[in-house]
């Protein structure tokens, strides 16, 4: 895990500035293998339960009150681990709220398949994945465009609502790739690189104006 501590700029309808605790989750068996799991609901694997052990020491000192996770079984597991943790060394309850709204893109056709192999087989997608992949549609599967539109909106709810001093995010990659993006004002690039969650987290100063 690796802390990013810049500061970033949101465009909300609130002058509230929001600090976002925004986790991936611990790895599971197809991020292991380099696959794409979009929203196929995967537990952690051996792996992700030791990256969680090491997320929830790193981010103990960081106190939140609520825990807003996706809907699947890797977000779920690391956001029930952060909240016992916090219970543990800071001596108080942790709420976890499930946002169905934050479950991952789905990838249609694309859900197992390996990253190296659209690279090898398909150039083009692999490219425009990397340098423009808003407009990018798996077969019978999601736009980033469509994700995105859909997350912005529960993001938005989701800090205009809560008043915690950190708000905490435990949502997976590529999802929390368009997240980071969304708060941070950045445009989206690198698609292939946010395919895989490895446990990271970041903390984000969200000013919305």
Not at 101 to 110: Q, T, V
Not at 150 to 169: F, G, N, P, Q, Y
Request: hydrophobic share 35%; charged share 30%.
């Amino acid at each position: 895990g690796r802390s990013h501590g810049w500061s970033n700029t949101m465009i909300l309808r609130s002058t509230q500035v929001s600090r976002v605790l925004l986790v991936r989750p611990g790895a599971t068996e197809f991020d292991d293998q380099g696959r794409m799991k979009g929203s196929l609901d995967m537990p952690l694997s051996r792996r992700g339960h030791e990256q969680v052990n090491s997320l929830t020491e790193q981010v103990s000192a960081i106190k939140v009150k609520t825990i807003f996770a996706a809907p699947c079984a890797s977000a779920i597991e690391t956001a029930e681990r952060m909240a016992e943790h916090q219970r543990k060394t800071q001596g108080h309850d942790v709420r976890i709220r499930v946002i169905e709204a934050f479950r991952n893109i789905d990838h249609g056709l694309w859900a197992g398949k390996l990253i190296d192999e659209v690279k090898r087989n398909h150039p083009r997608v692999y490219r425009q994945g990397q340098d423009s992949p808003t407009d990018l549609c798996p077969p019978e599967g999601e736009s980033i465009r469509d994700a995105r539109a859909r997350v912005v909106k529960a993001v938005r709810k989701v800090l205009r609502k809560t008043r915690d001093d950190v708000i905490a995010i435990v949502i997976p990659d590529p999802m929390a790739w368009v997240v980071e993006g969304i708060l941070s004002g950045n445009e989206l690039t690198g698609l292939w690189e946010a395919e895989t969650d490895s446990g990271k987290w970041e903390l984000i100063d969200a000013v919305l104006t």
